[in-house]
């Protein structure tokens, strides 16, 4: 049987739990969100596709940033608390094994994806979806898991990519793809996007006051998350 992570949306059990916790958390408001902003660059003006949206934190910010957002989750009560919490976007309900079929061709200016592509099973056909609404000289903004990260946790063949399951430390259980960085820079190149950027983020000097262990730990091991900003390939012709 081949491992795939499945279509339900995980996250809909513990929307709610989610969005108190990743508001102001280290790991949500004090290092992926900084480091994808930053990758991201000067939205104002533009429209950013937050694909996987979740409870609207990072949309919020583009939002105030001046961006015109589009969003799109799995879980209805994410979309729901997106809808709450930026009325001005447009959020709709939606899984990354279907097409964005209400998106044309090169439409968008930004695409944000993160923290989830682990989830997806057919990563290649989502990134080359993602790839295809936007616009040539654009740019998607790619944070996942840090694979070395994950291998210290999990051990095994690091090369081998597998579906596994976890409990983490509120109950939640979640189950998501581990892969290799290689296979993370492999699968963008077969969707057609050229890796501009590489980030391995450390916190912000504000998480300190939540946890000096955390904030000290991710500033000199690899076991958070890493963030990448790709381009489109002008080579594929797509």
């Given at each position: ?6 279509n ?13 916790h ?37 949309a919020?910010e583009?939002?105030?940033r001046?961006a ?8 209805p ?14 959020f709709?309900?939606?899984d ?109 000097a504000?998480?300190a006051?939540?946890s ?22 002008p080579?594929?012709?797509?």
């Open positions: 049987m081949v491992d795939e992570v499945g339900q949306p995980q996250y809909e059990a513990f929307a709610d739990e989610f969005l108190d990743a508001r102001d958390g280290l790991f949500n408001a004090h290092y992926d969100r900084p480091a994808c902003m930053a990758l991201l660059g000067d939205v104002a003006d533009v429209t950013v596709l937050d694909a996987a949206c979740g409870p609207g934190l990072y919020h583009l939002s105030r001046g015109r957002v589009i969003g799109f989750d799995q879980s009560r994410m979309v729901e608390l997106a809808r709450q919490r930026v009325p001005e976007g447009d709709r309900v939606h990354l094994c279907h097409s964005l079929e209400w998106l044309e061709d090169r439409s968008v200016d930004r695409v944000l994806f993160a923290l989830a592509v682990e989830y997806v099973d057919d990563r290649i056909a989502a990134l080359r979806e993602l790839r295809r609404v936007l616009r040539p000289d654009g740019a998607l903004v790619l944070s996942r898991l840090h694979p070395t990260g994950d291998w210290i946790r999990h051990g095994g063949n690091y090369f081998e990519p597998r579906v596994i399951e976890e409990t983490w430390s509120r109950g939640w259980r979640v189950r998501y793809w581990l892969t290799s960085l290689e296979q993370t820079c492999e699968e963008l190149h077969q969707a057609g996007f050229l890796i501009e950027r590489l980030l391995e983020p450390r916190p912000t504000a998480a006051a939540i000096r262990e955390q904030h000290d730990r991710l500033h000199r091991e690899p076991t958070g998350f890493l963030a990448i900003r790709a381009v489109p390939d080579r594929t012709g797509a």
